[in-house]
């Protein structure tokens, strides 16, 4: 039982170790450009998260790439153009505003105003089923039992 125990402790102090953090640039400045790019970025693994701040294995191939076209001199708008040519406009955080991104930018905006209009269609449709349908002579009396009744009971 003791070994079974001392086991288990060994293996759960294993798998909570933390993992080393990835060496920076030799260069704080390629570093603080590297930094500012990825902000810009999404991870393509992640998805919602930047390229700064994914921990994911393809993000860290990602700054490395990214490292190495700062070293060679390139500008930050010539990286950006780089990785959207390899990967999409889905790899920045703001895509432009064009034809195929259009569903992007303005598909949230024609969903809500297809639900607005389908809850007015839907009220206005039960209001007016609603008003058409008149009480026959049984259902009035059996509504004014009910009336009088609560009336009474106060």
């Given at each position: 039982m003791?070994f079974l125990?001392?086991?288990l402790?060994?293996?759960?102090t294993?798998?909570s170790?933390?993992?080393?953090?990835?060496a920076?640039?030799?260069?704080?400045?390629?570093?603080q450009?590297?930094?500012a790019i990825?902000?810009d970025?999404r991870c393509?693994?992640?998805?919602?998260e930047?390229l700064a701040?994914?921990?994911a294995e393809l993000a860290?191939?990602l700054?490395?790439?990214?490292?190495s076209?700062?070293?060679?001199?390139?500008?930050d708008?010539?990286?950006?153009e780089?990785?959207?040519?390899?990967?999409?406009?889905f790899v920045?955080?703001?895509?432009p505003?064009k034809?195929?991104?259009w569903?992007l930018?303005?598909g949230?905006?024609l969903?809500l105003?297809?639900a607005i209009?389908l809850?007015?269609?839907?009220?206005?449709?039960?209001?007016?089923n609603?008003?058409?349908?008149p009480?026959?002579?049984?259902?009035?009396?059996?509504?004014?039992?009910?009336?009088?009744?609560t009336?009474?009971?106060?």
């Amino acid at each position: 039982m003791r070994f079974l125990l001392a086991l288990l402790l060994a293996l759960s102090t294993q798998l909570s170790t933390a993992a080393e953090a990835p060496a920076l640039a030799d260069d704080p400045i390629v570093e603080q450009r590297l930094i500012a790019i990825a902000e810009d970025l999404r991870c393509l693994v992640c998805q919602n998260e930047s390229l700064a701040g994914s921990r994911a294995e393809l993000a860290n191939d990602l700054r490395r790439e990214v490292r190495s076209l700062i070293k060679s001199g390139k500008s930050d708008a010539e990286i950006k153009e780089f990785l959207v040519s390899r990967y999409g406009d889905f790899v920045l955080y703001q895509p432009p505003v064009k034809p195929t991104t259009w569903l992007l930018w303005f598909g949230p905006l024609l969903l809500l105003l297809g639900a607005i209009w389908l809850l007015v269609r839907t009220i206005r449709t039960t209001q007016s089923n609603a008003n058409t349908m008149p009480l026959d002579a049984e259902q009035r009396a059996k509504a004014l039992a009910l009336l009088q009744e609560t009336e009474s009971s106060k």
